[in-house]
């Protein structure tokens, strides 16, 4: 029998999420790259597994940023695998109205599917975990996200609160 093929992805949405056009200007894009770097970067260093991909996605004006280029060179030479996508945030921007969140939603993840596709290959299973570019967990968040869907293909979602999962 094949082993069921997880792939892990830490969500982090840059830019595109909420108001000011999902951008707060490059002074706090800097800032917050570098809040990730001094603290959510040990953060992920940490974890006792490993095995994630850390997803960016930033808005469609952003392709070129020099700043999220120069991101994603660091965080590849540091190793991490890593995929940028540029079509916005893909969850449930709340900062909206329903019907304006919804197309939203629905054209970032229509927009980013290609370059997910690529990364996540043969994945069996795909976990996305929200990883805000501010936040830090548990350094065996990874492996207590993966553990709650090993050996439980039902399972679709699973909710975490204060470091203990809920399913």
Known sequence: MQKNKVAHLLYIPLTGLGLYNGHRGNRWLKSRIKIFKETVFYSLLAQTDQDFI????????DRQCPILRDFRHWLEMIGFKVVFTFSGVCFWDDKYPDDVAYTLLIDA???SIGELLNTICEADTILMTIQPSDDLYRKD???GIQNVF?????LQAAGFSHGYICN
């Open 54 to 61: 850390i997803w960016v996605s930033a808005r469609h004006e």
């Open 150 to 154: 090993k050996g439980k293909p039902d």
């Open 141 to 143: 968040f990874v492996e």
């Open 109 to 111: 993840v229509h927009g």
